[in-house]
């Protein structure tokens, strides 16, 4: 009041407030019920009344080094409608608040292209009537991703006997995936980027007749890597040994 400013916060009444020649501030209003605050203000002789937001805040973090989601958290003043959260300084999503409430979370995906392997800063602001307010405190983290797929068939130990019996490599990996590489003997083979973008599911057929499989020693070790995020290829998988032993006679057709 006076001549310098006060502060009315959107929970309080317009009669404890008194406006002066200063700047009077009404804090984290509710622009549904503080409609007739404001106008009280403007009619009381209030020429300078500004409304700001208050900055929530966002919950420390821990280092995630697997695919699994994360929650991003914190909290904010009552009568926040939503917040805008920043990824690395950028505009990510707006997350909608009940009136009330006063905290937030959102869940995330760590192999999102807006994250992967590296450092990443979380911010946020909070919005009230369309207008915004200053960022949050800032919330760091490392995300160290190591995402092995898994080989689900054949079985281990399996052997194939038959030169017609192509043999069908499948198993899972993290439905971001963008590839999975098969090796044979702990030499790259082949790759697939057939990745059920649901299940993570994976198969790489193969010809039992090659010589890779038939030759000497056997058994032949399968295994895979993944592909994630910006590129990064994945630990190796469980592995999987195979025995070929083809009887493969001719025929006589005449």
Avoid: M, R
Avoid at 60 to 67: F, M, R, S
Avoid at 128 to 152: A, K, R, Y
Avoid at 178 to 204: Q, R
């Amino acid at each position: 009041g006076g001549n310098g400013e006060d502060t009315l916060f959107g929970d309080e009444g317009a009669d404890t407030f008194n406006c002066g020649t200063g700047t009077d501030t009404v804090k984290d209003w509710d622009p549904n019920e503080d409609t007739q605050t404001l106008a009280q203000l403007a009619a009381a002789g209030c020429e300078n009344v500004e409304t700001i937001v208050s900055p929530p805040t966002i919950d420390d973090l821990e280092d995630v080094t697997d695919c699994d989601d994360f929650i991003v958290s914190g909290t904010t003043g009552s009568t926040t409608e939503s917040i805008d959260l920043y990824i690395d300084g950028n505009f990510f999503t707006n997350i909608p608040l009940t009136l009330g409430e006063t905290t937030w979370s959102i869940t995330l995906d760590p192999t999102i292209p807006e994250l992967g392997n590296g450092d990443h800063t979380f911010t946020a602001k909070a919005i009230i009537g369309g207008e915004e307010s200053d960022f949050s405190n800032e919330v760091t983290i490392n995300i160290d991703l190591d995402c092995p797929p898994t080989i689900d068939a054949p079985a281990n130990g399996d052997t194939f006997t038959d030169c017609d019996e192509f043999i069908t490599v499948s198993g899972t990996a993290d439905p971001a995936a963008t590839e999975v590489n098969l090796y044979i003997d702990d030499v790259f083979f082949t790759s697939t980027t057939d990745i059920d973008d649901t299940t993570g599911a994976w198969s790489i057929t193969l010809d039992p007749t090659l010589t890779v499989l038939t030759n000497d020693p056997q058994p032949h070790k399968l295994t895979a890597t993944a592909i994630i995020g910006q590129g990064d290829e994945s630990s190796i998988s469980n592995e999987v040994t195979i025995n070929i032993d083809l009887d493969c006679p001719p025929t006589i057709d005449a």
